[in-house]
T-cell receptor, first 115, second 115 residues
Framework: DTGVSQDPRHKITKRGQNVTFRCDPI?????LYWYRQTLGQGPEFLTY????????KSRLLSDRFSAERPKGSFSTLEIQRTEQGDSAMYLC?????????????FGPGTRLTVL | AQTVTQSQPEMSVQEAETVTLSCTYD???????LFWYKQPPSRQMILVIR??????QNATENRFSVNFQKAAKSFSLKISDSQLGDTAMYFC????????????FGKGTTLSVSS
C-alpha cells in the first residue's frame, strides 16, 4: 500500500508534555497538508508545504505548534506544552503539484488525547 | 466568510434505497472546486466525487451523483442503491482556484445503511 501513512496512530499524553507526529506522504506528491479534526467537526486546515517550504499557516497554528518537512519528503508536527484543548485527530494529506482541484489523499490520522 | 453547512447531522437508509445528503456553502470567489469525502468508521478519508464550479454538468461516479446549483450555492450528494459499505461520515468541502490550498469542510453527515 503506497498511501499516506501517519505515526503513531494514537498518542496519550499528560498536559504540559511535548508530542511529535510523523506523516509520510505518497512518494511523488509535492504538496503536504496538516488538518485537525475535533469530535463532531470537519477537518480544519493547519498548515501546507510545497516540497520543503512551509507556504501557509492557519491562525489555528499557535506558537506551541511547529511543523517541518525536511528534504521535502516526510513531515513532522510538534506540539509543545500540550493542553487539553489540543485533544483531536491530526490528519495529514498530500497531493500532486498542479491546480488546487487536485485530490488531497488523506492518511489515517493520529488521535491525540491530552489528560 | 468561507463556510460549508451540512444541515443533516445524521441520516439512515436501508440497503438498495436512494439517499440525498445536503450541502450549502458560502464564498465570494467565482472559481472553486467542490468535493464530497467519505470517512468510514476508524478508516481514512477518501474522495467520493468532485465538481468544478465552472462546469454546469453535474458530476457522477457510479452510484454517486451530485446536484450542483451554483447560484444557490448548493451541492447535494445522491447515493443510489445504497450498500452497507456506504456507512460512513460524509463531508462536503470546497477549495478556491487557482491557488487554493486549504480545503474548507462542513461538519459532516453520519450516514447509516442498514439491511
Amino acid at each position: 500500500d503506497t498511501g499516506v501513512s501517519q505515526d503513531p496512530r494514537h498518542k496519550i499524553t499528560k498536559r504540559g508534555q511535548n508530542v511529535t507526529f510523523r506523516c509520510d506522504p505518497i512518494s511523488e506528491h509535492n504538496r503536504l497538508y496538516w488538518y485537525r479534526q475535533t469530535l463532531g467537526q470537519g477537518p480544519e486546515f493547519l498548515t501546507y508545504f510545497q516540497n520543503e517550504a512551509q507556504l501557509e499557516k492557519s491562525r489555528l497554528l499557535s506558537d506551541r505548534f511547529s511543523a517541518e518537512r525536511p528534504k521535502g519528503s516526510f513531515s513532522t508536527l510538534e506540539i509543545q506544552r500540550t493542553e487539553q484543548g489540543d485533544s483531536a485527530m491530526y490528519l495529514c494529506a498530500s497531493s500532486t503539484t498542479g491546480q488546487a482541484g487536485n485530490e488531497q489523499f488523506f492518511g489515517p490520522g493520529t488521535r491525540l488525547t491530552v489528560l | 466568510a468561507q463556510t460549508v453547512t451540512q444541515s443533516q447531522p445524521e441520516m439512515s437508509v436501508q440497503e438498495a434505497e436512494t439517499v440525498t445528503l445536503s450541502c450549502t456553502y458560502d464564498t465570494s470567489e467565482n472559481n472553486y472546486y467542490l468535493f464530497w469525502y467519505k470517512q468510514p468508521p476508524s478508516r481514512q478519508m477518501i474522495l467520493v466525487i468532485r465538481q468544478e464550479a465552472y462546469k454546469q454538468q453535474n458530476a457522477t461516479e457510479n452510484r454517486f451523483s451530485v446536484n450542483f446549483q451554483k447560484a444557490a450555492k448548493s451541492f447535494s450528494l445522491k447515493i443510489s442503491d445504497s450498500q452497507l459499505g456506504d456507512t460512513a461520515m460524509y463531508f462536503c468541502a470546497f477549495i478556491h482556484l487557482p491557488a487554493g490550498t486549504a480545503l474548507i469542510f462542513g461538519k459532516g453527515t453520519t450516514l447509516s445503511v442498514s439491511s
